[in-house]
């Protein structure tokens, strides 16, 4: 299926459109009004967009609800800083290993957890964050709770990372490929199988398929793609410390994915577009920001939690 | 419609903070980075206070220039901080960073403000790394080197010859660096050394192998709530009575208040507390309690110190901040009163500065205690990794 | 050797007793209604706070007791009617998220109602002192009180619910929801009440830990995640599993603080055991909660329904 198509094919697709030409020309833009902070914030939003995106494939379309997701960016993000640390700045050994490790790690998490459903998934995604978060506490090597700066950008052959407009426009590409093959991975026949899994296991058992191997590639792909998202932040930030693996942050992600829209994907972008622009903005009006950042989230799952894809297409039900 | 409504209301409520940010370009702009909300909240609330009070001494003006404090909140995490602190540079464009609790978010900062040409005046501790090998002309220290008060400590209980210590701390990098301060001075025996999870809040278990080891005395590092609990149930076990305890940055103006007469007899080691008598502290000291109706604490002083430092370094390039390399060797000489009286910036611009002995002790008022100035312990102390900084 | 580990158990079981406090109005509601309520830590804060200030403006601790016990359940039933109501019939994890936002607010009310500095708990004086239970190690009154608040919560929840008309109704809701709601019990007025006896544990348990503990603004999150920890090894919904569970955890995290690194340094280096003692104690707890759900996903005693 031509990309295009996939897109339109979407009941979003205008507004999926909009986004993406937006986020597009964020860069032009800011330096027109000589303003290029935005494009940090903006890159910001892309990371964790690809990390709501990622959680997204295993909650909304296998009802798996991950509070342990942060792990996936420390373990990327932890990555690029080790591998700099002993003096290595290849970008591709970089997001290779960022890659492999996620796996491996997503891999041993899922096979010990995805047999279990509910509130225990919940608390045992939970469990594995705190243990992997407490043991980058306790690596005093790379710094520990203080965190490990890193000296140098992912470089690739042909260029590195360190220019803000390269790193957001590899940001946005990154973004557009987990889009695309994560849009195909659902529709595909794998996806069906995750979506019915999700709906309703025991038929799916009864029809002979095993719901184990399904949903641990599920959960695998989404810690991998979470992974990328962490080798990214690594180099926005130049640096790694455990506060970005703990379970608040694995909350926030989840929230991002709940506020875009579950099951969307794309939902994704605006959910970590709104979060980390209302935590910014919010946060420098009132040290209280909390205060109202809280209703905010209990009103969007109370009254919208199709997030604001839902509501978007609940607006144009209504003109109908 | 109802949706749509609600939908708009988001995009108000983003963009309306927006609006109200372009601010006239003209004055000097210092931001003041802190963990404002969350727990460490309190010592983000003593960096403002310092802050604002130290600029409305100065009538609003550093070097004669009309001045304005951009506050951020760094929520303790560090990404945020970096975030936060982007904004400050490159939207509000200011020179200066001041501020910042956590060595975490400090490391997380300090490239981007160093490599952005502005100069970054820390007013609580500063990690290893930044003192030695990373140090920069662009970086001061109002406040100290995490190490300096445990090596006081140390010396304190070694001189006293005091046969054994049991020394705790939470298991982190801060922790490690403080016990390690404390042996390098201390030669007695370390009869228990205990590493606890900070985010734990009961220490009973860590109490009986207190009592099981028997030392003649106990050091702690215990910031903010975890000092409140270990000191309140180090009291309640009845230990308090037994073996005298010694802390650093465990008993101040963010906790006494909490631990009440827990306090009663133990001993805490820094280089300021609201006692210290000089003629700026006690100025400071009671326009602090008059405007702010609170107790200053160390993080307040060195705010406070830290506006009054930029301001001396301006008053020496008359306002101008385009010559950074002007400021800073105008800033090296700390030509200012200091709320801790004489003291002078080391190689690696940490202060070299006297540390006291302080004895937790009732106040006539209330409750409360406060921090008797005892004994000097050191005098002129400066840090352990100055040598490894290449400044000269 | 062998007081010590008696005396560590001791601790470990006045720990556990502490954080059943918590869990068990945590694992009540849950029971009853099927709601995860993160938000749980904050009635837990409410309760040390209001009984701080209480206590600390008349003086009395029965009144700042009783302030706490009828604060938390007030600030819960108002919780309860306004947004709680709501997530019942909700997935698990609309109910993390959204009580997630309530414990966001109500974590920064505290601190524009209070300030961020943590306030001061004083210990009612006649619970101060100590008993030598063990030879050379005076155990603190005040943590026997709460063993014994801790084990009387538990004994009055289970007398409540096997003997009263209400807990009668509990049971019959947890059981079979629909069937209750056909036989004209108002089930949401049940609802309420329940939310509110667990608000009212939850303060319980805060006005106990504050002599104890720092009470300060976020006081219940790390506290609450010990609690989940708890119920859901216990198989969540059920008291008698929170009870074996908190025991269980307090005991293990005791045994792990005090004596993994005397074990590890017997066959590590002692630099190694130094390092990876603190380490692995701080992960000895998710690591039980993890080797019990991947063995009995359930918990240990998940409760029979529907």
Redesign the interface.
């Known amino acids: 299926m031509p990309f295009s198509a996939m897109f339109f094919r979407s009941q979003h697709s205008i507004a999926i459109l909009v986004v993406l030409v937006l986020l597009a020309i964020v860069p032009p833009v800011a330096a027109a009004f000589n303003?290029?902070?935005y494009v940090?914030?903006a890159t910001?939003v892309l990371i964790f967009a690809i990390a709501a995106i990622s959680l997204d494939l295993i909650v909304g379309y296998a009802g798996m609800n991950s509070l342990g997701h942060a792990v996936y960016i420390g373990v990327g993000a932890y990555s690029v800083g080790i591998l700099n640390f002993y003096g290595i700045d290849n970008g591709f050994v970089h997001f290779g290993v960022a890659i492999l490790a996620s796996a491996v790690v997503a891999l041993f998490i899922g096979a010990s957890s995805v047999r279990t459903s509910g509130i225990h998934f919940i608390m045992i995604s939970l469990a594995f964050g705190q243990m992997l978060y407490?043991l980058a506490?306790?690596v005093?090597t790379f710094?520990?709770?203080?965190?490990l700066?890193i000296a140098s950008h992912s470089n690739f052959a042909i260029g590195t990372l360190k220019d803000p407009i390269v790193l957001y426009y590899v940001c946005f590409a990154i973004l557009l490929v987990v889009l695309f093959l994560l849009h195909q991975l659902v529709e595909s026949r794998f996806g069906m199988v995750l979506r019915a899994i999700k709906s309703n296991e025991a038929r799916v058992v009864s029809v002979g398929i095993s719901p184990y191997r399904y949903r641990l590639v599920g959960f695998v792909i989404s810690g991998v793609v979470c992974g990328i998202a962490g080798a990214l932040?690594a180099n926005q930030?130049?640096?790694i410390?455990p506060?970005?693996m703990h379970w608040s942050r694995s909350g926030e992600i989840l929230i991002m994915t709940i506020l875009g829209g579950m099951g969307s994907l794309s939902g994704g972008i605006l959910g970590a577009g709104?979060y980390v622009?209302?935590?910014?903005?919010?946060?420098?009006?009132t040290?209280?920001?909390?205060a109202i950042m809280g209703p905010i989230i209990v009103l969007v799952i109370l009254f919208?939690n199709r997030g604001?894809f839902g509501?978007?297409s609940?607006?144009r039900r209504?003109r109908k | 419609?109802k949706?749509?409504l609600?939908?708009g209301l988001?995009i108000a409520?983003?963009a309306a903070?927006?609006s109200g940010?372009v601010q006239a370009q003209e004055k000097l702009k210092i931001g003041v980075l802190s963990t404002?909300?969350?727990?460490g909240?309190?010592m983000?609330?003593h960096h403002r206070d310092g802050a604002l009070l130290a600029l409305e001494q100065l009538n609003g003006k550093l070097g004669g220039v009309e001045t304005a404090l951009v506050?951020?909140?760094d929520?303790?995490?560090?990404?945020?901080g970096?975030?936060?602190v982007?904004?400050m540079?490159?939207?509000d464009g200011v020179k200066f960073v001041t501020g910042i609790v956590f060595?975490?978010v400090l490391?997380?900062v300090?490239?981007p403000v160093i490599s952005a040409g502005a100069i970054l005046v820390a007013a609580s501790g500063g990690?290893s790394?930044v003192a030695g090998k990373?140090c920069s002309p662009q970086f001061f220290s109002t406040s100290w080197q995490n190490d300096q008060a445990p090596e006081a400590m140390g010396k304190y209980l070694n001189d006293k010859n005091i046969k054994s210590v049991a020394i705790l701390a939470p298991?982190?990098?801060?922790g490690?660096d403080m016990l390690t301060g404390f042996k390098r001075n201390y030669k007695g025996m370390i009869a228990a050394?205990i590493?606890?999870?900070?985010?734990?809040?009961?220490y009973?278990?860590?109490l009986?192998?207190i009592?099981?080891a028997k030392p003649d005395a106990v050091f702690v590092f215990y910031p903010g709530?975890?000092g409140?609990?270990f000191v309140?149930?180090y009291a309640?076990?009845?230990l308090q009575k037994q073996i005298p305890l010694y802390s650093v940055y465990t008993q101040n103006e963010?906790?006494l208040?909490?631990?009440?007469d827990a306090a009663d007899g133990s001993y805490e080691a820094g280089f300021w507390s609201p006692d210290l008598k000089n003629p700026t502290n006690e100025a400071f000291v009671a326009a602090f309690r008059k405007k702010f109706n609170?107790n200053p604490s160390e993080y307040a002083a060195a705010s406070y110190d830290a506006i009054r430092l930029i301001d001396s370094g301006l008053r020496q390039t008359k306002g101008n901040t385009s010559d950074t390399n002007a400021v800073i060797a105008a800033m090296k000489k700390a030509d200012f009163q200091s709320v801790r009286g004489q003291f002078k910036f080391n190689t690696n611009h940490f202060p070299i500065q006297d540390y006291y002995l302080f004895k937790l002790t009732k106040s006539g008022e209330g409750?409360t205690f406060y921090r008797k100035q005892e004994s000097l312990i050191l005098k002129g102390h400066g840090d352990f990794y100055a040598t490894n900084c290449a400044m000269k | 050797m062998l007081l010590?580990l008696f005396?560590?158990t001791l601790?470990?079981i006045?720990?556990g007793v502490?954080l059943f406090l918590i869990a068990a109005g945590l694992t009540l509601v849950f029971g009853i209604m099927n709601l995860i309520n993160i938000a749980h830590g904050v009635l837990y804060m409410i309760g040390a706070y209001i009984c701080a200030s209480v206590i600390s403006i008349t003086g009395s601790f029965w009144q700042g007791f009783l302030a706490a016990i009828v604060g938390a359940l007030v600030v819960g039933v108002v919780i309860e009617v306004l947004v709680f109501r709501r997530l019942y019939y909700r997935t698990h994890l609309d109910q993390v998220l959204a009580t997630f936002g309530v414990t966001m607010f109500f974590?920064?009310l505290v601190?524009i109602i209070w300030?961020?500095?943590?306030?001061?708990?004083?210990?009612p004086s006649f619970l101060?002192g100590?008993v030598e239970i063990i030879p050379?190690?005076?155990f603190?009154i005040?943590?026997l009180t709460i063993i014994g608040a801790g084990l009387a919560a538990g004994l009055a929840l289970y007398l409540v619910i096997t003997y009263t008309r209400l807990g009668m109704l509990i049971r019959a809701g947890a059981s079979n929801r629909a069937m209750i709601d056909a036989l004209g019990v108002n089930i949401k007025l049940l609802y309420t009440v329940v939310f509110g006896i667990g608000a009212a544990l939850a303060g319980f348990a805060g006005l106990m830990a504050g002599?104890?503990?720092?009470?300060?603004?976020?006081?219940g999150n790390?506290?609450l995640i010990l609690a989940l920890v708890v119920i859901t090894i216990g198989g969540v919904g059920s008291i008698r599993g929170a009870l074996v569970a908190s025991l269980m955890i307090g005991v293990i995290?005791?045994m792990g603080?005090?004596f993994l690194r005397p074990v590890f340094s017997s066959f590590l280096p002692q630099t190694a055991a130094?390092a990876a003692a603190?380490?692995i104690?701080?992960m000895l707890i998710y690591l039980t909660m993890a080797l019990v759900l991947i063995f009995r996903p359930q918990g240990l005693f998940p409760p029979v329904t529907r």
């Not at chain 1, 710094?143 to 965190?147: K, L, P, R, V």
């Not at chain 1, 622009?277 to 009006?285: D, K, T």
């Not at chain 3, 300030?115 to 210990?123: K, L, N, R």
């Open positions: 303003d290029d902070f940090g914030l910001r407490y506490v306790s005093n710094g520990g709770d203080d965190g700066r932040l930030n130049l640096f410390s506060a970005s709104i622009g209302l935590e910014y903005f919010l946060s420098r009006v040290e209280h920001w909390q919208a604001v509501m978007l609940a607006v209504g | 419609m949706r749509l609600k939908l988001c409520v983003l903070p927006m940010m404002m909300s969350g727990p909240g309190v983000g609330r506050f951020g909140d929520q303790q995490k560090p990404d945020i970096r975030q936060v982007e904004g540079l490159k939207r060595s975490n490391l997380a300090y490239d990690p790394e990373k298991n982190m990098v801060a490690k050394e590493y606890t999870n900070f985010t734990q809040v009961d009973q278990s860590e009986s192998q009592r099981a709530g975890l409140i609990q309140k149930q309640q076990a009845g963010t906790t208040g909490a631990i009440g609170y409750n | 010590q005396e560590q601790n470990g006045q720990f502490m974590n920064e601190r300030g961020p500095t943590a306030i001061y708990a004083s210990m101060a100590h050379g190690a005076p603190p005040y943590r002599p104890l503990l720092t009470v300060e603004s976020g006081m790390d506290m995290d005791a603080r005090s130094d603190p380490a104690a701080s």
